[in-house]
């Protein structure tokens, strides 16, 4: 913790700056998407000077399940992606992110919905705060669709938790 003039209590801000491990969990129309990834560490960084904010450069490998609810047309899928996201954390621990990454999935349909294509393109905004130098918890809206490379395009969209812990 910090003082400021004044005697007013801020908090300290902290980065969860290394490497890590990134679980998330999260639901869609009829269905769930659960996945275990790779963060990276900061690749680039803009520090802010007059508000004390930063822009960081970090990237995500992933690997996700997702289970579709009671008798849709095909009850899971397996997705592996990759993502660079732009974090820009705030002096109070809070952040906002955004990417655009991109995935295979194991079938083009999924939860009675026709992808089309096995490659998708997934974007990504979220907002969190950082827990601590260690840890990082977070809310994230996913789009993944093949971005009409091929029709129909009906495309999977979920809200997720996220928690990431570094090393």
């Known amino acids: ?55 960081d450069l970090v990237a995500e490998a992933g690997a996700a399940f997702w289970k579709a609810n009671g008798n849709r047309d095909r009850s899971s899928v397996w997705q592996i992606g990759f993502t660079p996201f732009l974090r820009w954390t705030f002096p109070n621990n809070m952040y906002l992110e955004a990417g655009v990454g991109i995935n295979r999935f194991s079938h083009t349909r999924f939860a009675d919905k026709t992808l089309s294509t096995q ?19 977070g809310l994230r809206y996913s789009h993944y669709s093949n971005a009409s490379i091929k029709r129909p395009n009906d495309g999977l969209d979920v809200v997720q938790l996220t928690y990431s812990h570094v090393f």
């Open 1 to 55: 913790m910090c003082f400021s003039a004044g005697a007013v209590l801020l908090p300290s801000p902290v980065h969860a700056d290394g490497a890590g491990v990134g679980l998330r969990a999260g639901a869609g129309n009829h269905y769930q998407r659960y996945e275990l990834a790779w963060v990276s560490p900061t690749l680039w960084q803009y520090r802010f000077a007059e508000s004390g904010s930063r822009l």
């Open 119 to 137: 490659f998708q393109f997934g974007s990504h905004i979220g907002a969190g705060v950082n827990l601590s130098s260690a840890g990082r918890l």
